[in-house]
């Protein structure tokens, strides 16, 4: 160990996120070892896992669709886009997106899920419509047939599972209304539990971090500890998919270091 002396320190140790980068929240003892709190750090923009048992049979399917997220049966947020089915549970763009929301909620011990809709550009009538006229058109085909062109192939035999239609070779015309509503009840909102995500090593952001009241928004400087300055991720600072967190570690970089030199 050495011992070093100097006008000004910054400190941009990064979060949690990535720790084979260096990353692994040291920097967060070192704020609070000079007085500073730090807001609870949770993964964001990662990947989710769920509590389903279809999981295995879907693994590697990917297609583009609404993933929204309920908290406590409520909608909080919902995304467009690519969405990746995994071993562990799930993936894609739109779920990068939800995943802070889900980090929190799960901190507070809520109920978290995700609804998929496989058929973006279609309103639950249209699609109530065009099953009646497709499966009637197709009256004498197995209905596991039907579904080719509509949705993934890889997908049919676990859709019709999930909608309680056990005999995947049944003839269209022997499906009841039942069956009909509980099939476009899973093209349109299938529902998934949330138990995780898939944590820190995994996760390309840290949400939480030094507290920001306790940091003068104008120079980045320290309110407790005069020439100690914060920039990046180990602030309470996190954005959405897109380049915004990156972005953000390098103007508060250039920021505080301008700041700095002017002083």
Known sequence: KKLFTCNKLILACGGKSAVKT???GTGYNLAKSLGHSIINTIPGIVQLKLNSPYLKSISGVKFDGFATLLVDDEPIRKELGEILFTDYGISGPPILQLSGHVSKALLNNKKVEILVDMMPEEDYKE??????CHFGLLSHRPVIDSLIG??????IPTILKASNITNLHIPCYELTWEDKKNLINILKSWKFTCVDTNGFNQAQVTIGGINTKEVNS???ESKLVKNLYFSGEILDVDGDCGGFNLQWAWSSGYFVANNIAKS
Do not use: A
Request: glycine share 6%; net charge negative; aromatic share 6%.
């Open 218 to 220: 104008d120079t980045l």
């Open 22 to 24: 260096g990353s692994d």
């Open 150 to 155: 509509v949705v993934n192939k890889k997908l």
């Open 127 to 132: 699609i109530e419509n065009f099953i009646e």
